[in-house]
């Protein structure tokens, strides 16, 4: 009788992986911005707001909201608010730290990062498309040195979705991600390298720690604004962000519908 043969790590993995993809998606990982963002799905999913202090580390003003929806379980987060300024913690510190703890704490089967963003007028993109990333990459760290000056970009693809594409007829663009509402000209040129249609200051982040802890990511984002507009950006955020939000909120409950039931593979 002939010894079994051994298979490699990466064989080992790839088999996981494969077991994975057919699995049906039971939970899912909302993780969001901004409370106007995240309310009205809240709101639609009838989650519950989490008391359990001791799920986060304590002091943290991170706020989770759970349920079951359809067959899915939902676990919606959001950074909370500034303890002394009282806004939104948006930004890509907020958005890795607590993508790393939910995950952690949750164990979602996907992740699914929703948001309002600018796009690109130059792109085709117009106040209140909703767009899902195909690939996601930073603008805004600059380390000029070889090999790093990559690591800085950190472009990578998000998780396929050539069927939700298809049957939701969304739009698709690249997205790119930095820390400051305003484009400046060194962003500017960094973002078209990216070849980006949308920019936003999370989507990256939230990438990268899903891809750290090998949970696939897909990313839906609604147009409060056009960059290269005639507008300032950040007069017209406020003026868009209540009706893009509603946008935003039909189309991740279109997402969570088409999702309910099927296995990654099936995206």
């Known amino acids: 009788m002939s010894p079994p043969e051994e ?3 990466e064989e080992a993995m790839a088999a996981v992986d494969e077991v994975i993809a057919l699995k049906p998606i039971s939970t899912v990982l909302i ?10 799905l809240v709101n639609k999913f009838q989650l ?16 989770r909201y759970h349920g079951t929806y359809k067959d899915l379980h939902i676990d919606l987060v959001w950074p909370g608010k500034d303890p002394v300024l009282g806004v939104d913690n948006v930004g890509t510190i907020s958005a890795s730290l607590v993508t790393y703890a939910s995950i952690q704490a949750f164990k979602p089967d996907l992740v699914i990062n929703a948001g ?3 796009g690109f007028k130059a792109k085709g993109a117009c106040v209140g498309d909703v767009y899902v990333a195909s690939d996601v990459a930073f603008h805004d760290r600059r380390i000029p040195i070889p090999v790093f000056d990559i690591y800085g970009i950190g472009a990578r693809r998000t ?14 663009g690249k997205l790119s991600t930095g820390d400051s509402l305003d484009m400046s000209l060194q962003d500017e040129t960094s973002i078209l390298a990216n070849d980006a249609t949308i920019k936003d200051m999370e989507g990256a982040a939230v990438a990268y720690v899903a891809e750290l802890l090998s949970v696939p990511a897909i990313f839906i984002k609604a147009m409060t604004d056009i960059v290269d507009g005639e507008k300032p ?15 935003l ?9 088409f999702i309910t039931g099927k296995c990654l593979s099936s995206l």
């Open 7 to 9: 298979i490699s790590d």
């Open 31 to 40: 993780v969001i911005a901004m409370q106007t963002e995240a309310l009205p």
């Open 48 to 63: 519950e707001e989490d008391t359990d202090a001791c799920l986060f580390p304590q002091k943290v003003p991170w706020v």
């Open 116 to 118: 309002t963003a600018g």
């Open 159 to 172: 998780c396929p979705t050539p069927n939700l594409l298809k049957e939701l007829n969304l739009k698709v």
């Open 233 to 247: 950006t950040a007069e017209e955020f406020l003026e868009n962000l209540v009706m893009v939000t509603a946008a």
């Open 249 to 257: 909120d039909q189309a991740v409950t279109q997402v969570i519908d």
